[in-house]
């Protein structure tokens, strides 16, 4: 089982600017993700085959240094309202694939 949720623990790193996830399989972005306010980095992969979609919160589009957003995904919904992240300078979104 490749399901990975975003451990708790992290939900207490306040001061968190770069969180990098490797190759670890994500499912969903936690809505508590916004409670990182310092977080300028994120980078992470999202799985294919049982967990073909990533889950985006609303509240994503309100982290307020979030500079760099990374993620490799199968599918997966960019938010609507991304152009408000006013701190957001390099997006990059590629294909999960099963190599």
């Not at 001061?15 to 996830?21: E, I």
């Not at 307020?64 to 701190?87: C, E, G």
């Amino acid at each position: 089982d490749y399901k990975y949720l975003f451990s708790p623990c992290l939900r207490k790193l306040k001061n968190l600017v770069h969180l990098d996830l490797g190759d670890v399989v994500v499912e969903a972005i936690p809505d508590w993700i916004l409670e990182l306010q310092q977080l300028e980095y994120l980078s992470f992969f999202s799985g294919f085959g049982s967990y073909p979609y990533l889950s985006v919160p609303d509240t994503f589009t309100q982290l307020p240094r979030l500079k760099t957003f990374q993620v490799n995904a199968y599918s997966f919904d960019i938010p609507a309202d991304i152009d408000k992240m006013q701190s957001l300078e390099h997006l990059a979104i590629d294909p999960a694939s099963k190599t």
